[in-house]
């Protein structure tokens, strides 16, 4: 008896039918815009924004999981690019840092950045960025302790940890709706 599932039955049981080793085609949401890539299975989230789609904003730091350079949010939720399938994030959207600017505007977090000076080298400051957005939306930014913790997986070896934190406060003290509704405001 043959070890393969028909398209049928897979999809009747719940067992997804095997794709790869080869490239299959794979489409992805990203920043409101359907993408179709042809990619092996193994790819990255990362490398297939950066090396299929030219969306070259997340950054390749460690591709360990270990810098946070390449943060990117899928379904609004922070997510490592390096360690994240690039074929797991069908079907959800996935927005980068140059998805987050709307009409030619930049979103508040971006803006602050630049008013707080909070990067030096600028390598880091994309994944800072996105992590910033959700955090704000996740609710984690009652006080610098709090905003600390919960960016500590963002490395900055410039250390402009100072000038990142007050760009987030200063986000989330411009936002009047903030208590009432976590995740709102950040323009995201």
């Known amino acids: 008896m043959s070890s393969h599932v028909s398209a049928n039955t897979a999809a009747e049981s719940g067992v997804l039918p095997e794709r790869g080793p080869d490239p299959v085609r794979v489409t992805l949401h990203v920043n ?3 993408r179709a890539v042809d990619i092996e299975p193994r790819v990255s989230l990362l490398d297939a924004l950066r090396e299929h789609l030219g969306l070259t904003g997340a950054k390749k730091g460690c591709d360990q999981g270990a810098c946070g350079a390449c943060t990117v949010l899928v379904d609004g939720r922070r997510v490592l690019g390096c360690l994240t399938l690039a074929v797991t994030c069908e079907g959800h959207e996935v927005t980068t840092i140059e998805g987050l600017a709307q009409e030619g505007r930049l979103d508040p977090m971006q803006e602050a ?6 990067f030096q080298c600028g390598y880091c400051t994309p994944g800072q ?6 955090l704000l939306r996740e609710g984690h930014a009652a006080d610098d ?3 600390k913790e919960w960016m500590s997986g963002n490395i900055c070896r410039c250390a402009a940890y100072p000038n990142i934190r007050a760009a987030i406060r200063a986000v989330r003290d411009a936002d009047p709706d903030r208590d009432a509704a976590p995740g709102t405001g950040s323009g995201a």
Do not use: T
Not at 113 to 118: N, R
Not at 129 to 134: P, W, Y
């Open 32 to 34: 409101g815009e359907r």
């Open 113 to 118: 950045f630049i008013a707080h000076d909070a």
């Open 145 to 147: 302790a709090e905003i």
């Open 129 to 134: 960025i996105m992590s910033a957005v959700a």
